[in-house]
Nanobody
C-alpha cells in the first residue's frame, strides 16, 4: 500500500551534519491525515524513537536526546520527509528507519504500519 525508501545516511565526523530523506510512494495519499516518524537502532540496543510529525505539519515530537539538534520536515510536493541531523555525536550512530502510520503522532514504533529499509548513519569520534 505504502512504500518508504530512506536515503542520505553515511559517515560523518563528530559535530557534522547529515540530512536523511524518506520518499513515500504507492498509496501514500492515505497518509495525508497521518504521521511520519524516524526511529533508530544501534547495534545491541533496542529501537528508539527519534522524531515524528503529522503530514500536515501541525504536530511534531522529538526525543530528548536529539531535541535542538535534529529537525523533521516534509516536502509535500515530493512526498518526502526529511531528518536534518546537526551536531552529530558518536552515540547517534545507528540504522535510521523511516516509518508511517495513519492517525496522530506517536513515539511508539509498535503503532507504525509502514517502514523503510533503513539507512546507516555512522558518526566518528
Amino acid at each position: 500500500q505504502v512504500q518508504l525508501v530512506e536515503s542520505g545516511g553515511g559517515l560523518v565526523q563528530t559535530g557534522g551534519s547529515l540530512r536523511l530523506s524518506c520518499a513515500a510512494s504507492g498509496r501514500a495519499n492515505i497518509l495525508t491525515t497521518g504521521t511520519m516518524g524516524w526511529f533508530r537502532q544501534a547495534p545491541g540496543k533496542e529501537r528508539e524513537f527519534v522524531a515524528a510529525m503529522s503530514w500536515d505539519g501541525g504536530s511534531t515530537n522529538y526525543a530528548d536526546s536529539v531535541k535542538g539538534r535534529f529537525t523533521i520536515s516534509r516536502d509535500h510536493a515530493k512526498n518526502t520527509v526529511y531528518l536534518q541531523m546537526r551536531s552529530l555525536k558518536p552515540e547517534d550512530t545507528a540504522v535510521y528507519y523511516c516509518a508511517a502510520k495513519p492517525g496522530y503522532v506517536s513515539d511508539s514504533y509498535k503503532v507504525y504500519n509502514y517502514w523503510g529499509q533503513g539507512t546507516q548513519v555512522t558518526v566518528s569520534s
